[in-house]
């Protein structure tokens, strides 16, 4: 069975700091990892995705996460926070080798202070 | 223009009636899938197709029912809609042959049933 946990549904930090958030995977088959980002009245917006590649999986506006099959993490990182990071996030992982049913998670809400 | 679009983005009915939200796609996928998104609980999915004759459930099926009149289209049914069907509603698509896993977002529908 797949599932992921989103530690923490509301993340705060100040402009510049390092935005962390967190995700751990559980997948009876190796899976691709996903991080989108939800920003207001909008759709989800893929922001970069571990395919079984390199682990540390670079994403647009500066996000990046690692892949940690030890650890069975996908912690999504950005070294220096913008106001326009502010939004929500959600995780998710597919069963790279049954299709592409997706499991999200429950989502982590990022504000920005200035 | 869009990529994948949702018709209607906003709608409030009231409770048994029938609602139809619908999904079109000009990204030539030929997978889609219908999400709800509720608050604390991020997506979760309702129906998918990955073709026009391929239609299977996902978590929470029931008081639902789709229909895949093309490729490029997938419609949402509630018979007898309910207030606790309020929700924000996405249709996704993805791409069996191409860079698999990754699933594309419409804008969504606010669904309100009173």
């Known amino acids: 069975a797949q599932s992921v946990t989103q530690l923490g549904s509301h993340v705060s930090v100040s402009e510049g700091a390092l935005v962390l958030l967190r995700c751990n995977y559980s997948?009876?088959?190796?899976?691709?990892l996903f991080w989108y980002v939800q920003y207001p009245n909008q759709g989800l917006q893929l922001l970069l995705k571990?395919?079984?590649?390199?682990?540390l999986v670079k994403g647009i506006n500066g996000f990046e996460a690692e892949f940690k099959k030890s650890e069975t993490s996908f912690h999504l990182t950005k070294p220096s926070a913008h106001m326009s990071d502010a939004a929500e996030y959600f995780c998710?992982?597919?069963?790279?080798?049954?299709?592409?049913?997706?499991?999200f998670g429950t989502g982590t809400s990022l504000t920005v202070i200035p | 223009d869009a990529d994948v679009t949702q018709t209607p983005r906003n709608r409030i009915t009231k409770t048994g009636k029938r609602i139809m939200l619908e999904c079109s796609q000009t990204?030539?996928?030929?997978?889609m899938y219908w999400y709800r998104q509720d608050p604390g609980l991020g997506l979760q999915l309702i129906y998918y197709?990955?073709?026009?004759?391929?239609?299977n459930k996902g978590e929470i099926s029931d008081g639902y029912s789709v229909s895949r009149q093309a490729q490029a289209k997938f419609s949402l049914s509630l018979e007898s809609a309910i207030p606790n069907q309020t929700a924000l509603y996405f249709c996704?698509?993805?791409?069996?042959?191409?860079?698999?896993?990754?699933?594309?977002f419409g804008p969504g529908t606010r669904l309100t049933v009173l």
């Open positions: 996704a698509t993805s791409d069996s042959g191409g860079s698999r896993n990754e699933q594309f």
């Open positions: 997948s009876s088959v190796p899976p691709y």
């Open positions: 571990y395919t079984s590649a390199a682990t």
């Open positions: 998710a992982v597919s069963p790279g080798s049954t299709g592409n049913q997706f499991y």
């Open positions: 990204k030539g996928h030929d997978r």
């Open positions: 197709s990955f073709d026009v004759k391929d239609i």
